[in-house]
């Protein structure tokens, strides 16, 4: 099993200052096996976003004495104190990243007397990229020619002198764009958004992984791997690699539609400055209007396809160099897909293991869980928590000793096939001076628990019911339509995931056929369903049409509801109360039905070697002890016959038991979770 954690490190009551995590403490790392930690995201490494001497001293630098006294170890030591004890630290690439800090210095700028945070001593400058760029304080950090001795050039082959200058963002009126989301507030700091187009940005991100390479870390992590698409969001680049860029872009997609352009000298801003456009007209915000602009679609998807090749050329790179300089074969590579959003269809492809961020956090999304396990695709990894109300709440309690509600946070997400990371010092966004720990003494005991039930969380969803995600019209929705400045809400794409979750509080048990061009719908993938339901799946592809006529034609029940391709309408569910798509539903055998009404709960089941494990939660949180009530009695009906149950229930404090008659099952005493092992 992945235990993923979300190791930040971030100190409580405190800002969450990026790019640079504190320094890790032998403590910490026992922390990691006490939980049984597997996977570190967000975990070291991450600091050349203020330059790549910065990051020399991050990995390499010298801990002083009194550190040492506590068991501080510089980040090139932690890689590798956890190597040893079989946990994977990936380094993190902040790839919208490029800060400036204020500092303050001694007279003669041979001492750093502080950072970020000033106290009012010695003179006042910046450290950042554009600093150890230039060797500013070739007294205090390494020379940049250390680590590009030739020093660097852009794709005219020309020396560059100040990298920040150089890789930032430059929309049409020549704004700077900032990555403001990561900015504290009420601080002097900035951090500017770089062009992920621009080679000399690329062979930066390609020394930043040598170094991390060489300096023990057992993976890489590419965070913000859409800087393109927040870059188009804030009024597009248009610096002269992504001018060039979308020359070619067009060629090969558009030329049809490009047919008045010399397309061998086009430039796009240009172009746009003489019919008086300005960045407002550019910008996210303008909705419908911005769609209006001459070509603004084209290179939107020009933008947006940068991520892709962003990683894919990353992954190559970081795999070639772990192989031929460290004899590393099948070097980890991934990135943060952030929400499961459709743009990151493409890139799964490239990732070793499927990470992201779980926005929007609710006490309860098993319908988001039950989809976010086939966005993994099969592939292991882990996704953390981004600060919602609710993760507000949970921080509260935490602290208050109260842990249900983390309980159900954690096991929610296994239950369904999803994986949630234990928030280790994890971000809050800087909405609040803060961040989040764990309740230490429950993963103490939850991360043992989990690792000897492994194979009751290991097998995979059993499911008649299939539900459709029509990612392509998905992505559509997210670039072009409602989704683009609601990222949140799953891209805008709310009706499948409404869908989704309605369909897990009546306790129908369904599988996500997650369809894009990469992962076509075919019989094979339909078989062994006997319902389809397809949320605003209205840009399938002639042949996967045909595939749903087919298991029509063959028995199969089609439901299509919301926007639906002309071609379906013979399958439009024509019911406008959604009770009557689940009874409908429930016509046909499903592997298990529950009695009554049970609105607090949630049900799952896996395949095992031995038989099938049904997993149970319990979201009934009293508002005023803050923990779960205990569920009396629940009564399901199975549509096969074990011969044995038994209960598995966590925290172990609450009875829980269960009663097997024949292919009834009564479970009594449901405390916050349960596995059922059904053999």
């Known amino acids: 099993m992945i235990r993923g954690m979300h190791y930040m490190c971030w100190h409580e009551r405190d800002w969450n200052y990026h790019p640079s995590m504190p320094t890790k403490r032998l403590q910490n790392i026992q922390d990691i096996v006490d939980m049984r930690g597997n996977l570190l995201l967000w975990s070291c490494m991450g600091s050349a976003a203020i330059g790549l001497p910065y990051l020399d001293m991050e990995i390499n630098g010298k801990i002083q004495p009194r550190d040492r006294l506590y068991g501080y170890v510089n980040d090139g030591e932690f890689a590798r104190e956890c190597a040893q004890r079989d946990i994977k630290a990936f380094a993190v690439i902040w790839k919208s990243q490029l800060w400036e800090f204020p500092a303050e210095f001694s007279e003669d700028e041979s001492e750093l007397l502080s950072l970020n945070k000033l106290r009012g001593v010695g003179k006042r400058g910046w450290v950042g990229i554009r600093e150890l760029s230039t060797d500013r304080y070739p007294k205090i950090f390494p020379s940049i020619r250390k680590f590009f001795p030739n020093g660097l050039r852009d794709s005219d082959g020309n020396l560059i002198e100040d990298f920040l200058e150089a890789f930032k963002v430059k929309t049409l009126d020549g704004r700077d764009v900032k990555s403001s989301w990561l900015m504290v507030p009420g601080h002097e700091h900035v951090c500017y958004t770089p062009c992920g187009n621009n080679p000399a940005y690329m062979e930066y991100l390609y020394k930043e992984i040598e170094m991390m390479i060489d300096g023990g870390a057992a993976g890489i992590l590419v965070d913000e791997y859409d800087t393109q698409l927040h870059a188009v969001n804030n009024g597009g680049c248009f610096c002269k690699d992504c001018m060039r860029g979308f020359r070619e872009w067009l060629k090969t997609y558009c030329a049809a539609e490009c047919s008045e352009l010399d397309l061998d000298t086009f430039d796009y801003g240009e172009y746009l400055r003489e019919r008086g456009y300005i960045d407002e007209d550019l910008k996210a915000d303008q909705g419908e209007r911005r769609l209006s602009v001459p070509f603004m679609k084209q290179f939107i998807a020009y933008q947006a396809n940068g991520g892709e090749r962003n990683v894919r050329d990353i992954a190559a790179y970081a795999k070639r160099y772990a192989r031929e300089r460290h004899g590393i074969e099948n070097f980890p590579v991934t990135a943060n897909l952030f929400n499961c959003l459709p743009l990151g269809a493409s890139v799964r492809k490239y990732c070793d293991l499927i990470c992201g961020e779980t926005s929007d956090v609710k006490l309860r999304q098993d319908g988001f869980s039950r989809f976010g396990a086939a966005f993994m695709g099969g592939k292991g990894g882990s996704f953390i928590e981004d600060p919602s109300q609710h ?289």
């Open 391 to 679: 993760i507000f709440d949970m921080v509260q309690d935490i602290r208050a000793g109260k842990t249900d509600q983390y309980v159900l946070f954690i096991l929610e997400a296994l239950a369904h096939g999803f994986n949630t990371s234990i928030p280790y010092g994890a971000w809050l966004m800087n909405f609040r001076q803060d961040t989040i720990y764990p309740p230490f003494e429950l993963e103490s005991k939850l991360g043992p628990w989990l690792m000897k039930h492994d194979a009751l969380f290991a097998g995979d969803l059993e499911a008649n019911v299939a539900l459709v995600y029509d990612q392509r019209y998905a992505l559509e929705t997210h670039l072009f339509q409602n989704g683009v400045n609601d990222p949140n809400k799953n891209g805008g794409f709310t009706n499948f995931f409404y869908h989704a979750q309605q369909l897990c509080e009546a306790h129908v048990l369904f599988n996500v056929i997650y369809v894009d061009a990469d992962e076509p719908l075919t019989r094979q993938r339909l078989q062994g369903y006997h319902t389809v339901v397809m949320p605003d799946c209205c840009m399938l592809s002639e042949p996967e049409r045909e595939v749903l006529h087919h298991f029509a034609q063959a028995g199969g029940r089609l439901a299509a509801v919301g926007r639906v391709h002309r071609a379906l309408y013979p399958y439009r569910f024509a019911y406008t109360k959604y009770q009557e798509l689940v009874e409908w539903i429930e016509q046909k055998a499903l592997p298990v039905r529950v009695k009554g009404r049970q609105r607090y709960l949630s049900v799952s089941l896996k395949q095992t070697e031995k038989g099938h494990a049904l997993h149970l939660l319990n979201y009934d949180v009293n508002n005023q002890s803050r923990m779960v009530n205990t569920n009396p009695k629940i009564e399901m009906e199975l549509s096969f016959t074990p011969q044995t149950c038994k209960v598995h229930a966590f925290p172990d404090d609450r009875h829980t038991e269960a009663v097997l008659c024949e292919n009834r099952l009564t479970v009594y005493s449901l405390g916050v979770f349960a596995v059922i092992e059904l053999n």
